[in-house]
């Protein structure tokens, strides 16, 4: 019997913690159902969901949380992004220090390429460990777009070298956008046009979504909300409430919609953030009565609330990494809940225009508007087939068919 090919999926940030199902524990379960033996190595400092998993004189620690098992670095807290960079370089050097405490990997699978994932290249040149860059953001190129960083900088063409090297020595490159081939083409990377990139390499595995766990929790946790309870058309709203989310246009639609008299509409906004209060104001001072900022919401209710929705909304910022589209894991829990998505946002490679699982419109409270009065009068036919084609996507992009995308990585 052949032996098992040992996996690590590298992520500092997603540690075993308690209800968050996240990428890397949806796709070590899958891959250990194919037969494989994984290990997800994390960092210990937990910036989003609680404090240090490990104490000050501990070095590594072996966890099993979810059915997955976990090799815990010890890193530093931090509150800080230059503080946030240094953990990140203390993560790689103490993992390199303490890999001889952990199965030698048959393969890597590192979230990071660049300053934070050329850890992973080092295994590759001593010990001959195939590496496949799992790419959920582009680093520095984010940075760049937001207005952080000037592109032409030298931290940032250093930078800008090192994700280069990443996908160049890397054996395989999957990228969480489907534009992450036309990303490599369009920096002069790709052997095609003269680069050093094997883009023949190169695949796509979306965000994409847990469908068991989320169908459990649509059962399971049933959302108490007085607002979920009436006959009005709910249009809902369920993230981040931050600048990058740009949510004044919500409350301008909610504007636009009352001064055309338009009756029985709810937009419902799920979530919190340092725009938050900002908004509610604005809303009291235009007395609009038909939008409403509910605050955060446990993720174990999100899946049962967007099923009691009407027509869920997709927005951010507008950048120019739109063009390389979009992976957001709020969208395919959306597409899961069998709902419409309304989106704000017009990125290339569009899931919900081109799958005719909603509508895709311009930013604008005017386009807004008319696309919600449109579904609140659509027949229930056509309204049923925006529906099914949203939940079939979610059925597309469901993990345990995505995780063939990495096997097929690992394998070749």
């Not at 990494?321 to 809940?337: C, E, H, I, R, T």
């Amino acid at each position: 019997m052949n032996k098992k090919k040992v996996v690590w999926i590298i992520n500092e940030y997603n540690g075993p913690n308690a209800g968050i199902r996240t990428r890397q524990i949806v796709l070590s379960e899958h891959l250990r159902e194919k037969g494989y033996d994984v290990f997800i190595i994390a960092g210990s400092a937990d910036y989003k969901h609680g404090p240090n998993y490990m104490s000050k004189n501990e070095k590594i620690k072996f966890v099993q949380h979810d059915g997955e098992k976990f090799y815990v670095i010890r890193t530093d807290d931090y509150n800080s992004n230059i503080k946030r960079v240094v953990v990140a370089l203390q993560f790689q050097l103490r993992l390199w220090q303490l890999r001889n405490q952990i199965p030698k990997p048959d393969v890597i699978i590192s979230d990071f390429a660049g300053l934070f994932g050329n850890i992973a290249l080092k295994w590759k040149k001593k010990y001959n460990t195939k590496v496949i860059f799992d790419i959920l953001d582009l680093w520095p190129e984010l940075f760049v777009d937001m207005g952080h960083m000037r592109k032409n900088s030298i931290v940032t063409k250093a930078l800008y070298k090192l994700e280069h090297k990443s996908y160049r020595e890397a054996d395989s490159i999957v990228f969480s956008f489907e534009g992450g081939k036309q990303y490599i083409i369009d920096k002069g990377w790709s052997k095609e046009f003269g680069g050093d990139v094997d883009t023949e390499n190169i695949g796509y595995l979306n965000n994409g979504v847990d469908l068991k766990t989320v169908d459990k929790q649509t059962e399971d946790f049933q959302l108490v909300d007085n607002d979920l309870e009436n006959d009005k058309f709910k249009v809902v709203y369920l993230g981040s409430v931050s600048e990058f989310n740009g949510l004044d246009v919500l409350v301008l639609t909610a504007k636009e919609l009352q001064d055309r008299s338009i009756q029985d509409v709810d937009i419902l906004v799920y979530g919190y953030g340092n725009q938050e209060e900002r908004l509610k104001k604005m809303c009291s001072d235009l007395q609009l009565r038909n939008i409403k900022f509910k605050g955060a919401l446990d993720k174990k209710y999100a899946m049962n609330l967007l099923s009691r929705s009407d027509l869920t909304l997709f927005t951010f910022k507008n950048t120019n990494l739109l063009k390389y589209g979009v992976s957001p894991n709020k969208l395919f829990m959306y597409f899961a809940s069998g709902k419409p998505v309304l989106s704000m946002i017009k990125p290339e490679y569009d899931l919900v225009e081109g799958n005719k699982a909603g509508m895709s419109v311009d930013n604008n409270p005017e386009s807004i508007a008319n696309a919600i009065e449109k579904f609140k009068k659509m027949d229930k036919s056509e309204y049923s087939v925006y529906c099914k084609n949203s939940r079939r996507l979610a059925e597309e992009y469901d993990y345990k068919k995505l995780v063939n995308v990495l096997i097929e990585h690992i394998e070749r």
